[in-house]
């Protein structure tokens, strides 16, 4: 019923939404990045961190730190929130929320499948993996040799499943076919999560249609910018491009035939949201455009904030968090490895 | 304003503690030891000097990051303890002090060793983990192949007999040829044993059928007991599994899925022979290690023990340490670097103490310099400070909660401490529910020591800290509950019989109609023949109404006279005048005549009507009272005191506007006059404070906020004393449920003359005596004198504008952590 959750949303998902929106005002804010920036060793970031609401998770951690224990502690405290949330969550906000989570289990999958093609140990890989993502059976992965044996032996059991029916092949494992096999997992994943937000209805809908329309469009631009060169074709590229968002469908025509990145940008530039985000790059550039789009993409997950009585800000905390890790993952690599001028390159501040 | 003290007692609770600004001058290397002499006595508030530096850019960052390494190895130690089950014994005998560096060096020392031991025990215990588990495989595994031998014999057997009998007709070679063909395939059969989580056993069954396409032979068996695993050391069901496959291609697949699960495997001898063997031995090594883990234990148990007696000192030692260096990192640096500044409130009467704390820690650090002390002069509002008790403290936190008083303003908490519990009492009235108050407040004062160090739920700290407030109010409601004769709603003739008597033998109990009065008045309180009676609302109605606005317009008055007490102080003759005077006027002569008239009828025993003559008052002040009147001459006296209000109005309001815009002409004209008054010390204080001391006047501003105090204060005058009423409502409201109560529960419990019956009754009476009357009735009228206070009483004279004392203190420290 548009326009009246006010009346039934705080029945199930008030609690929730309260605990969210605490969670969010714990996030690191400017000045606190000011504070990271300057520090001059891991140990001085732990202090400060101490400070802020990681501490439980860091301050038992003996001196000689390393950036992952950070990452890995910081991840945790996600980890520990995510639970608390999904154990208090009735439906329907129970499966969005485990929808949330089913793109670091594509992530993972791929990352196990790549690790054991290369040769890798399956323990260390799955220390790799992002907790988030994981599931029972996912060491098992390393046993498949094909896509169709992978989704028989393993998947089947997965929510990914059904993500599964447009890329059953009996092809053997490449690298070519895997990151084919990510996309394509990617864009199912998204358009899934689409219907169900539509089907949410509400603000829902309308926040999380919005930004997961600019998910499937970065995404769209990434697939066009990292298949440049190779020698995917046109029409596969194509058929790697979901199909929502503010480049569907014409768009999406149009990138499928790009063919250097300013290209890409003719085209994006037509579009007046992301204009501004490619006004700010230089010709020929595309290192920074991950950055443009974060920093446009955080904006939009605070924006979700100023609404009320929707999910969207679920998902909105759970990506600024994620953002955050990433953040205190290259301050805290910056710093490990005397990098400091590099610091503020791609640093995102959240509020 | 210290010097005005010696004229009057001192005023302890009455205006904080006069307090002033010091700087003391440290020399770096006995700084460390005169901060910690300070935190020692705890009245020095040290002021944050590098408040723009961020944590790790000041001096002692180091230190501190020293001091929390030490707090994250004694944490560890803890959690080791509480792991292990031994208790930090409180308090040890005080040994041999500890300096930071031998502390660090020892803990560092006792972490290794304690993680060495445990590394050790760790490996033994992983490895008596795998052998139980190898054992419980063996046993497992070996039942399914005697019971798989046992069946392949019968089956054996019953081919053969089969044979036997058939041998003569049916073609014989052929069956031969398949069971020999049987016996080849079986030979290259290969299994697997070992133990799968029994929570994941179901999708490895599957995962294991899909895998190999269904050319697996899986058995399981679970462990009746929870197997404490290897790898993560956590106790987890199993289930015993026997798997067999063929093929190496299938093996290996298996064997990534066994690790997938974290299915550990056993090699498995099929030999029986071998396998009892196995077993004997494998249980001789479990019982081997089992005695080295044991030892291993035991001398882990032992370390701990003596970490256990030390770790309260330490624990302390390290966060006294660590708030030292956190106060030094306040202090500024001098430039030379060979000494600190610190500046802080301290309250006067402490400064013999921190001088003596000084030289004490000059003369123990061996300094060759001592620190200078001296007084700063500052137009900066130091910070508040009471000494109070433990009795008086949680009357100051009432009005803390209201607001902190501003520096030297009259404290309200003065007069709270008999006000609130009095005026709670008022509205409780009740002697048998104040001695059930008393008596649970009672408990807590006497198992005071026992509380106060442990920590206690939300709501029982709460009970606890204001023990005394209860203890207060429960005698004050006891004396209340004597004057309206009230005990659980039961009238008592307590002090003498009741004055009333029935003139004869037809009168009933329950009506007034036919009392008489026989003997004296009833001595102190109310008359318990009036309870039940049909006029007993009515009566005890105009009594309490009465009496509440009688109790309201005296504290009002009070508010009112601390004002004129505050304006004294702060020598401000424009509020006594033009503040305290008028107002004075204008409430008693409205609300003040109306209580004088209400002692007057009570005491004449007129039949007047107030109402009639407070309205009359305003409305035709000149009409006749006729049958109304209470004393002669009232028509002139009510006409002079409206007049005298009517004046009261306008002389709140207008002058004091204009007399602040004079004052602050001549002071600014004084201004460009006056010389240079500042001597070089203070010059360097002012400097920064000067700017916002002469802001800018703005008349209108000044006017308005007057105007709106002026409004506020004259209607507040008819609302605060109508707000006073609530003490009749609460009390009438509390009489009456308890009536309830009594009547229609107790009462008609009893009247059913059934023992079952009666014993539901006495037991619902106490839950809603308890429940409804100790516990809810108890809170509302708390709130409700809270808001008397806090309201009515206190916006007569009180700002609230302070901020709190807070000293660096290790006292307050140890309550302060955890």
């Known amino acids: 019923m548009y326009g009246f959750e006010a009346m039934t949303f705080n029945i199930h998902g008030g609690y929730l939404e309260a605990i969210v929106r605490g969670h969010r005002s714990g996030l690191l804010t400017a000045a606190d990045y000011n504070n990271l920036c300057q520090c001059e060793t891991l140990d001085d970031i732990k202090m400060h961190l101490t400070a802020t609401e990681y501490g439980p998770y860091l301050q038992n951690e003996p001196s000689p730190l390393h950036t992952t224990t950070i990452v890995e502690k910081c991840t945790l405290k996600l980890v520990d929130e995510y639970k608390h949330m999904l154990c208090q969550a009735t439906e329907p906000l129970s499966t969005f929320l485990e929808y949330i989570t089913y793109g670091h289990m594509i992530d993972n999958v791929v990352l196990i499948v790549t690790g054991t093609l290369h040769e890798r140990d399956v323990q260390e890989l799955l220390e790799k993996c992002h907790p988030l993502g994981m599931f029972d059976s996912i060491a098992t992965l390393a046993v498949a040799q094909n896509m169709r044996e992978l989704y028989r032996l393993v998947l089947v059991d997965t929510p990914l499943a059904p993500y599964f029916s447009e890329c059953i092949t009996s092809e053997d494992l490449d690298d070519m076919n895997i990151e084919i096999m990510r996309n394509t997992l990617y864009k199912a994943y998204l358009e899934d999560f689409y219907r169900f937000c539509q089907k949410l209805g509400g603000a829902t809908a309308e926040i999380m249609s919005d930004l997961l329309a600019f998910e499937a469009d970065r995404r769209a631009v990434n697939i066009t910018i990292n298949s440049i060169g190779t020698e995917l074709t046109r029409d596969d590229r194509r058929k790697l491009y979901s199909s929502f968002g503010l480049l569907y469908p014409y768009g999406h025509e149009e990138l499928a035939v790009c063919e250097d990145i300013d290209q890409v940008r003719g085209v994006m530039e037509k579009y007046p949201p992301y204009q501004s985000t490619f006004s700010k790059l230089s010709y020929g550039e595309s290192q920074m455009l991950d950055k443009a789009f974060y920093e446009e993409e955080v904006k939009r997950l605070c924006l979700s904030f100023e609404q009320q009585f929707h999910y969207g800000v679920f998902f909105a905390y759970m990506r600024l968090r994620e953002q955050e890790i990433r953040n205190l993952m290259w301050i805290s690599e910056c710093v490990a490895q005397n990098q400091k001028s590099r610091v503020h390159d791609s640093v995102v501040f959240i509020f | ?818």
Not at chain 2, 380 to 394: H, Q, V
Request: with cysteine; charged share 20%.
């Open chain 2, 1 to 818: 304003m210290a010097e005005h003290g010696g004229c009057c007692p001192p005023m302890d609770l009455f205006r904080s503690e006069p307090m002033h600004l010091v700087q003391v001058i440290i020399p770096i290397e006995s700084a460390r030891l005169t901060v910690s002499y300070l935190g020692d006595i705890g009245l020095i508030q040290f002021k944050d000097l590098n408040a723009e530096k961020s944590p790790f850019q000041r001096t002692y960052a180091g230190q501190i990051k020293r001091c929390a390494e030490l707090a994250r190895k004694l944490r560890f130690f803890k959690d080791q303890m509480s792991k292990a089950d031994v208790k930090p014994s409180a308090k040890s005998d005080a040994k041999a002090e500890f300096n930071l560096d031998e502390l660090e060096v020892k803990l560092g020392e006792l972490e290794a060793e304690l993680t060495e031991i445990n590394g050790n025990s760790e490996k033994l215990q992983r490895s008596y983990n795998e052998l139980v588990e190898y054992k419980l495989v063996l046993q497992k595994a070996g039942e399914f192949f005697k019971e798989a031998q046992s069946r392949a014999a019968a089956q054996q057997t019953e081919v053969s007999s089969q044979q036997a009998a058939e041998e003569s007709l049916e073609t014989p070679l052929l069956k031969d040829q398949e069971s020999t063909a049987d016996q080849g395939k079986q030979v290259k059969l290969g299994f697997l044993t070992g133990l799968v989580p029994k929570g994941r056993s179901m999708a490895f069954e599957r995962i294991l059928f899909r895998a190999t396409r269904g050319n697996v032979f899986l058995r399981q068996s679970s462990v009746d007991e929870a197997v404490i695993d290897p790898n993560s050391g956590e106790k987890v069901e199993k289930n015993v599994f026997v798997v067999f496959f063929s093929g190496e291609r299938a093996k290996s697949k298996i064997l990534k899925i066994c690790e997938a699960f974290g299915a550990n495997r056993y090699p498995f001898a099929e030999d029986l022979g071998k396998q009892a063997q196995m077993i004997t031995e494998v249980s001789g090594r479990i019982s081997e290690l089992k005695t080295t883990i044991d030892a291993g234990l035991l001398h882990r148990a032992n370390l701990l023990e003596t970490i256990g007696n030390q770790y309260e000192q330490w624990s302390e030692l390290v966060r006294k340490e660590k708030s030292i260096y956190h106060t030094l990192n306040m202090l500024s640096i001098d430039v030379t670097k060979k000494c600190l500044v610190a500046e802080g409130w301290s309250p006067i009467f402490a400064t013999q103490q921190i001088q003596d704390a000084l030289q004490q820690a000059t003369v123990d650090s061996k300094s060759q310099v001592g620190a200078i002390f001296q007084v700063l002069h500052t137009k900066e509002l130091p910070p508040t400070y009471f000494r109070t008790n433990k009795f008086t403290e949680s009357f100051q936190t009432i009005v803390d909660a209201y607001g902190v008083a501003k520096y030297q303003e009259a404290n309200p908490g003065v007069y709270t401490v008999v006000t609130f519990p009095f005026l709670f009492a008022v509205m409780f009235g009740d002697w048998g529910h104040g001695i059930c108050i008393l008596l649970a407040t009672l408990f807590l004062i006497f198992r005071e020591k026992k509380y106060s160090s442990q920590k206690l739920g939300d709501i029982m700290e709460m009970t606890f800290g204001g023990r005394y407030v209860i203890l207060l109010m429960a005698l004050f409601s006891i004396y209340t509950g004597l004057i309206y004769n009230e005990f659980f709603s039961v009238p008592f003739e307590l002090f003498s019989p009741s004055a009333y008597a029935c003139r004869d033998a037809a009168c009933s109990e329950a009506t007034t109609i036919g009392l008489i009065k026989a003997r004296d008045t009833y001595p102190f309180g109310v008359d318990p023949a009036w309870h039940g009676s049909r006029s007993e609302l009515p009566f005890l109605n105009s009594l309490k109404m009465k009496m509440s606005i009688l109790l309201g317009v005296a504290q009002m008055n009070l508010g009112i006279i601390l004002s004129f007490f505050n304006a004294l102080y702060f020598r401000n003759p424009v509020n006594v005048w033009f503040q305290f005077i008028p107002q004075m006027i204008f409430l008693n002569g409205l609300f003040g005549y109306l209580s004088l008239l209400i002692i007057v009828k009570w005491c004449t025993g007129s039949q007047a009507d107030l109402y009639h003559v407070m309205i009359y008052m305003f409305l035709s002040p000149t009409d006749d009272l006729g049958e109304n009147q209470l004393f002669p001459n009232q028509k002139t006296v009510q006409l002079v005191l409206l007049l005298l209000s009517l004046i009261a109005v306008p002389w709140m309001l207008l002058p004091k506007p204009f007399i602040l815009k004079a004052q602050h002409n001549r002071t600014h004209q004084g201004q460009s006059y006056t010389p240079l008054e500042g001597t070089e010390d203070s010059l360097q204080v002012e400097a920064g404070h000067d700017a916002h001391g002469h802001g800018e006047f703005e008349f209108s501003e000044v006017f308005v906020h007057q105007l709106i105090h002026t409004i506020e204060f004259v209607l507040g005058a008819v609302s605060n004393t109508a707000s006073y009423l609530r003490l009749w409502a609460l009390s009438l409201a509390h009489s009456e449920l308890s009536t309830v109560f009594y009547e229609k529960v107790l009462l008609l419990a009893w009247g059913y003359n059934n023992i079952i019956i009666l014993i539901v009754g006495i037991i619902v009476f106490i839950f809603a005596t308890v429940g409804v009357l100790l516990v809810m009735e108890t809170l509302s009228a708390f709130l409700h004198a809270l808001r008397l206070h806090w309201v009515e009483f206190q916006n007569k004279f009180y700002e609230g504008d302070g901020y709190k004392f807070a000293p660096f203190s290790f006292a307050l420290l140890s309550d302060e952590d955890e």
